[in-house]
């Protein structure tokens, strides 16, 4: 039972520092943003509504929306919007029309991911840093200077993984609800009537007496969610108990705190409005406090970036995206990667949203689209899991996804105002992404159509072989083919040009699957074929790490035991060639020719060891 209790505890601050590192620093920045609009006077009642109208929002949409109904959405244990988007197209499988645009609208809603991956870390980081600000005006030109360092520091140190220092990130983010939770209540303490503005009354009454004004606040007023999705998304990794009791214990308490004493402060001493978080604190207090913002916004920005890594493996797996290096950075938990072109392209476009931007308040109108996109999508998937997955009646389904739905559109359509002052920003960025994703996938179904034209089938062509068998050689051969019994096209290669035919053939498929995870003793299907041949599918979820030795050594159970010394894997290497037809259009055929040209050896994705490879290339026309 001490055990227990012991994992649950440190679950329990892991999840502290992972998963709400996103949602822990919105307190740098919404309630500055709500009242930097201009249309909210410093009086009483317009306070307690906002303050009620952030409450209300971080009850109804992380409380009880993502907290409450949607970790109970897990995926074999997994979550997230890519595990959201495949238990809901499973479960309309029987419905191929929808399921087809539910995919479409689930990979959008991925894509929408990066947009947000690339504006949480430039608000956070220099929201933190203008905290020097608050210091001294003169220390204003250091701060888009110190963020871009920091940020640079943070990428580049990705590839070393986050091993050694994550063991760090729940003590510090402890430290950091502990003291903006003692923030709050310093200024609660003065004017502890600020409570009162719990009540949803207050909300009713500031958005019935100012419904305009109201609606163009919700733009800000959403950015207290900001990292919601985390909370679903990092589930696998912490499990539903240990977040839940992580945000009503620690997380949520001390944010509720610190924005109350943000308006409480703020009735006191309206002049404070140009930076609320800092001057909670005292004088002497502002540059600690600086130091240790900045070391909550780099664990936000962490996770995200972390984030960004596995979200990118698992589209990889669903195949809407070409392979990419991946390097584990761990030898004890695999789900550790660094993947160097995600890492760097992210850094690109965020020294770019810094220098375009160059304060988180204006950053600040850039964000919130993609966020409320997302939830939006979540909410739209998750309608299709409680009725169709789980059954549940058709009323009730409707009731409880019309009431987020409704809350998602208030969102959305306010955030559709900031769409020029940068709320484009991140829509291009998902917009680009989701270009190059459906362009993979219809490259993809061309390619395998052009090559399954000219495939021969591969029983009856071993069958026509073996009546005057070509000469065999020691050691084993596997050749990789991206569909089931046809013929590869190294082996055909293969026989043309060397004129031999290994001792044992092994016809190996990966197959990905739209599961997180598929264990060992359900890897491999093998069916032997006569003379040492065989016929071998591999299968992996969208969270597996592909090792194709690994896998292949549990056919010794099956008699066929592969020597590494003797072992070749013969793999084709398809050059894709566009041409004018009935295809995509010729722009698009050429986008994905490059994408294929460039996309990651599969001998180093598939974890081959590279002496055994042999590649045998030949041209397809699409």
């Known amino acids: 039972m001490q055990n227990s209790k012991s994992s649950l505890a440190g679950l329990t601050v892991g999840a502290i520092g992972v998963v709400f590192g996103d949602i822990g620093t919105s307190v740098l920045y919404t309630v500055k943003e709500v009242f930097a609009t201009g249309h909210v006077q410093f009086t009483h009642d317009n306070v307690y509504g906002v303050l009620s109208l952030i409450f209300w929002t971080l009850t109804i949409i992380v409380s009880v929306k993502y907290v409450v109904l949607v970790l109970r959405a897990d995926n074999n244990g997994e979550g997230g919007l890519v595990a959201m988007l495949t238990l809901a197209s499973r479960a309309v499988a029987d419905r191929p ?50 963020t871009l360092l920091v940020l640079f520091l943070l990428f580049l140190f990705q590839k070393q993984g986050t091993a050694g220092i994550g063991k760090f990130f729940g003590p510090v983010m402890l430290l950091w609800f502990a003291t903006i939770a003692a923030l709050g209540l310093l200024h609660i303490a003065r004017h502890p009537e600020i409570l009162w503005a719990v009540s949803p009354h207050y909300a009713w009454v500031f958005a019935l007496h100012n419904p305009g004004i109201t609606f163009i606040i ?18 696998g990794h912490f499990g539903k108990r240990p977040i839940r009791l992580a945000w009503f214990s620690i997380a949520m308490p001390a944010l509720v705190l610190n924005y109350f004493g943000q308006g409480a402060l703020l009735l006191a001493e309206p002049e404070a409005v140009k930076n609320p978080f800092f001057n909670l604190a005292p004088e002497w207090a502002t540059l600690p406090l600086v130091c240790l913002a900045t070391a909550a916004a780099v664990i936000a920005s962490q996770a995200l970036i972390s984030g960004a890594f596995s979200v990118t493996k698992q589209v990889i797996q669903l195949g809407f995206l070409p392979r990419l290096q991946i390097q584990h950075t761990s030898v004890h938990d695999k789900g550790q990667i660094y993947m160097p072109f995600v890492n760097w392209g992210l850094f690109v476009l965020i020294v770019l949203a810094v220098g375009m931007f160059r304060s988180s308040g204006n950053l600040a109108a850039a964000y919130g689209i993609a966020v409320t996109t997302d939830m939006l999508i979540t909410t739209v998937l998750t ?17 409880a996804s019309g009431l987020f739905f409704t809350v998602d559109i208030l969102f959305w359509s306010s955030n559709l105002l900031k769409l020029i002052h940068g709320g484009w920003f991140p829509l291009v960025i998902a917009g680009a992404v989701f270009l190059l994703m ?4 219809d490259g993809r179904a061309l390619l395998t159509q052009a090559l399954q034209d000219q495939a021969l089938d591969l029983k009856d062509f071993l069958s026509a072989l073996f009546i005057a068998p070509p000469t065999r050689v020691e050691g084993a051969a596997v050749f990789l083919t991206s569909r089931d019994g046809i013929v590869p096209n190294a082996l055909l290669h293969n026989l043309k040009h060397n004129k031999v035919l290994h001792g044992q053939n092994l016809f190996v498929t990966v197959q990905n699957h739209e599961v997180p995870w598929i264990g060992m003793e359900k890897r491999l299907e093998a069916e032997a074929l006569g003379n040492d041949c065989w016929r071998v599918i591999v299968n992996y979820g969208f969270k597996n790490d592909y090792d194709l030795p690994k896998a292949l050594s549990l056919l010794r159970e099956q008699g066929v035991d592969l020597n590494p010394m003797t072992t070749s894997y013969f793999l084709s290497r398809d050059i894709v060639t566009p041409t004018l037809g009935v295809g995509m259009a010729l722009w698009r055929e050429k986008l994905f020719a490059q994408m294929h040209h460039s996309a990651s050896a599969a001998a180093e994705f598939l974890n081959l060891p590279n002496n055994a490879v042999v590649e045998l290339g030949s041209k397809v026309e699409i």
Do not use: N, Q
């Open 97 to 146: 029309r929808l399921r087809h645009w539910m995919l479409l609208v689930g990979i959008f809603g991925t894509c929408l991911f990066y947009g947000d991956g690339v504006i949480t870390p430039a608000i956070t980081v220099l929201g933190a840093m203008e905290g020097l600000e608050v210091m001294s005006p003169e220390l204003t030109k250091y701060v888009i200077p110190l």
């Open 218 to 235: 919700l733009g800000a007023v959403v950015l207290c969610v900001t990292g919601g999705e985390a909370l679903y998304a990092d589930m």
């Open 383 to 399: 309608f299709f899991v409680v009725r169709y997955a789980w059954k549940l009646p058709l009323l009730l389904c409707i009731g």
């Open 438 to 441: 459906v362009t993979w996938r």
